[in-house]
Every structure is written in C-alpha cells, then in structure tokens.
C-alpha cells in the first residue's frame, strides 16, 4: 500500500508529479521484494534508490519532493513479514485480538499548525490557506531526526520503518489500508477493528470503501470530523486463511 502524500498545490522540484512517483516505487518495490530471501526494509531502500535514480533532473533535495506511506504484508515459509513507514496501517486479526502495525509520529509535529486547518471548514478559502502553511511548515521536518519518516528520495528512510515478522498459523486475516479508511476507526469511531473485518469478510474492501465515504458525507464540512480534505484517497487489500 502506498499513498502519496499532498502537495496542497504547492512546488515539488520534480516535473513528474506524485503519482509518477508512487507507481514507480510500486513497480520497483515489487521487483525488489520477489526474493523471500530479502529483507523488507532492504528491499525498500533499494526501491528508493532506484526510483531516485529515473529523474535526476529533478530537485530531489527539495524539502516537497514526491513522497508516500509505505505499508508491505508479505507471505513467505509459514511466516508473514511487514514493514510500515508512517500511518498506513498493517492490521492482523489474530486468534487473541487484533494487532495494529502503524507509525503515527506524524499526528505529532506542529500541533499547532494542525489545530489552525482543524478550526476552519473544508472548501474554504481560510482552511485552504491554513493548510498551505501547516504543509510548508511540515515538510522541513519531513524525512528529519525531529520530524517524521516516509518515501521520498532518501534511500535511509527505510531504516526507520517498523518491520515485524509473525507466524502465518497465528494469523487469521489481514487487512492493508490507506489512513482514508483507517480513520474510520481511529478518528471517525463509527467501527471496531473487528466490523470493520466482518465488513471486509461479507462485502470486501469496496463496502468497506462505500461505509467510509457514507460517514463522511454526513460531515461534508469537517465540522464533526476536522480534517484536511472531505475525503481521502481510500484503498484496501484484505488476506484471509
């Protein structure tokens, strides 16, 4: 799973864009990650190089350049492998509970810059501007020792992504997903981790999907649910044994 980070119109230093990027890292991080043999968090900063290395042209020490989340499930020899670098969740429902694999030290930097978006209505001019400045400010900390990690240009960013491995027998299901559908649990709290599996078992990721974007219509603004947009990139994958 990968989700591009916004760029609220503001200057990348890169002529491609954030969807170039994130289907390139996709395609390169598969490639790198069809060896069980290697490691996840190799294979990601081998993914980073490589994709650093198609453009440079581009500014890639631009504090905006193109950036995403990274969440990675893999199966291999009876175990199941991840690795997360920021808040695109990994979520195992085990036969004790559910296991949720995520990195929010984003929610972390510049509260109060955040809490300036969070004051105004989506769609207007005050919120746009207000989310101009909170990004700007952002992205100095991105990719810093003080900040947070995620995919950008800089192979290292790997080694600060949270990697695990567990016994696939212990493992009933497993869900990957954009914070656009997380939310619906960790912010919006209309779900449980374990509806929102019962919802993927009966309807799959789209009713899912469909349930998120229910809830947010009912809040078009953002008054009940601030947040920067009305709604956000959703995608899932669901796995079940």
């Not at 469909?210 to 947040?227: F, L, S």
Request: glycine share 8%.
């Amino acid at each position: 799973m990968l989700d591009g980070l916004s760029t609220a119109g503001l200057d990348t230093g890169c002529r491609h864009g954030v969807p170039w990027y994130v289907a390139h890292l996709g395609s390169q991080l598969v490639a790198a990650l069809a060896d069980p043999g290697s490691s996840l968090a190799a294979g990601l900063a081998g993914a980073l190089e490589r994709v650093a290395a198609l453009h440079p042209e581009c500014d890639l020490g631009h504090p905006g350049t193109p950036s995403a989340t990274v969440a990675v499930l893999r199966q291999r020899s009876g175990v199941l492998d991840h690795l997360v670098l920021a808040d695109s969740p990994v979520v195992l429902e085990g036969h004790q509970g559910f296991s949720v694999i995520t990195d929010l030290q984003v929610d972390e930097v510049l509260p109060e810059l955040r809490a300036e978006v969070e004051q105004y209505e989506t769609h207007t001019a005050e919120h746009k501007e207000a989310l101009r400045r909170f990004i700007t400010a952002q992205r100095q900390t991105r990719n810093t020792p003080t900040g947070y990690w995620v995919a950008a240009a800089r192979p290292e960013a790997a080694d600060h992504a949270t990697v695990g491995t567990t016994p696939a027998d212990a493992v009933r299901a497993a869900a990957v997903l954009s914070d656009g559908v997380s939310r619906l649990v960790t912010e919006y709290a209309l779900a449980t981790w374990s509806e929102v599996f019962t919802t993927l078992r009966s309807g799959g990721p789209q009713e899912l999907i469909d349930t998120v974007r229910k809830a947010e219509a009912t809040d078009p603004t953002g008054r009940r649910w601030p947040r920067y947009k009305s709604g956000d990139d959703a995608s899932v994958a669901f796995c079940h044994w």
